[in-house]
């Protein structure tokens, strides 16, 4: 029974085989089976990558089944017409077609295999560039924020500045009165005298200014400190949304860019060790000698030539016959004289009527 299906698989016409020996039938058995098996890896290869791209199973596990048919179809079909012949250079002539057509399935193939060979290298790079493009989205989307947040922390600072100054101003007016009580600076006469109150009065109205200014701008700052906070929060909102796209960048072409980065030798290996499997019935048939069965299709095919060239060739001289005889026939039918007279007779009477209906209608006009 499984003889039977790989020899299915290999596209021979089964009454032939069956008549030829066991080891021309296992050629074909071999090349059936690898036919079979290559369609059973292009099955997988596709199950994988599209499950990368639709993220389930079931529709991956549905179209890997139809593009593994597709698949099986096309080996099917590269194997079971190429002829053998005594040429091998018309052999290979007629089989570079099928060639270039396995080299672009073993690139189907080998590309997704070799996703999954090589998962963990490939989601090391793949977060490494989510890193730097998260990295890189914050620098971003920093940009537009940083401008305002700077300049209200500028504000904010020449509003810490003023309440500054005022206080350095409060603070040389405290020295300057404590000095003329002491006597050290001014009149240097110890006592509170007028010029002490003077001093001092110009003290406690610089302390009432500093402390209404204090109230003034700790309001304002708080206020400005308020527009900073809701500036970092818009921007750790859109930093927030913008995250899951990072996050699921992961796709098929994501991850098939991240595996050109990765060494090439090991890919190249994989997708030569494909081309070989999908090549191998190809060449296979290639490179082996005209067997029993490629004498026995050749002169099965040539009988059938044969005898449609030989009921062309009749159908061709039946014609030929025919149309000889009719020629003959309605040339002496041209030269009867009783088919003469009668054609003229009808000829007159058709006349009569035609010029009795023109004498109607004329009569009728009038």
């Not at 499950?51 to 596990?61: K, L, M, P, Q």
């Not at 090589?118 to 560039?129: A, D, R």
């Not at 003290?203 to 500036?231: P, V, W």
């Not at 019935?281 to 030989?310: C, M, N, R």
């Amino acid at each position: 029974m499984l003889k039977n299906f790989f020899l299915i698989c290999s596209g021979v016409d089964k009454n032939l085989i069956e008549n030829c020996s066991n080891g021309e039938q296992n050629k074909y058995v071999g090349i059936g089976a690898t036919v079979f098996f290559t369609a059973v890896m292009a099955t997988i290869a596709s199950s994988y990558a599209l499950f990368t791209v639709f993220d389930n199973v079931y529709a991956a596990i549905i179209f890997g089944f139809i593009w593994g048919l597709l698949i099986f179809n096309l080996d099917r079909f590269i194997v079971s017409t190429i002829k053998k012949s005594d040429s091998k250079f018309k052999e290979f002539l007629q089989a570079s077609p099928r060639i270039v057509l396995a080299v672009i399935i073993a690139i189907v193939i080998s590309k997704p295999l070799e996703l999954k060979l090589f998962e963990k290298e490939i989601n090391q790079v793949l977060l490494t560039e989510k890193n730097q493009m998260t990295l890189d989205n914050k620098t971003q989307i920093a940009k537009q924020f940083t401008p305002e947040i700077e300049k209200i922390k500028s504000e904010i600072e020449s509003l810490k500045q003023e309440i500054s100054t005022k206080e350095t101003e409060t603070n040389a007016l405290y020295e300057t009165y404590i000095a003329e009580a002491e006597g050290i600076k001014g009149t240097k006469k110890i006592g509170k005298g007028p010029v002490y109150e003077e001093k001092r009065a110009k003290h406690d109205a610089s302390l009432i200014n500093l402390n209404q200014l204090r109230k003034d701008n700790s309001e304002k700052i708080k206020s400005k400190e308020t527009e900073i906070a809701s500036l970092l929060k818009n921007q750790k909102l859109i930093e927030t949304k913008t995250q899951p796209i990072i996050a699921n960048f992961d796709g098929l072409m994501a991850r098939v860019q991240a595996l050109n980065k990765l060494p090439w030798l090991p890919s190249l290996f994989i997708f030569l060790l494909f081309l070989a499997i999908e090549t191998s019935p190809i060449f296979a048939k290639l490179l082996a000698p005209k067997g029993e069965y490629d004498y026995k299709l050749e002169e099965h095919e040539s009988t059938i030539k044969t005898w449609v060239q030989q009921q062309m060739h009749q159908k061709e001289q039946l014609l030929q016959a025919y149309n000889s005889i009719d020629h003959k026939v309605y040339k002496d039918i041209t030269q009867d004289d009783e088919l003469y007279t009668y054609k003229q007779k009808i000829a007159r009477e058709l006349m009569k009527l035609q010029s009795d209906a023109f004498y109607k209608k004329q009569e009728k006009m009038i």
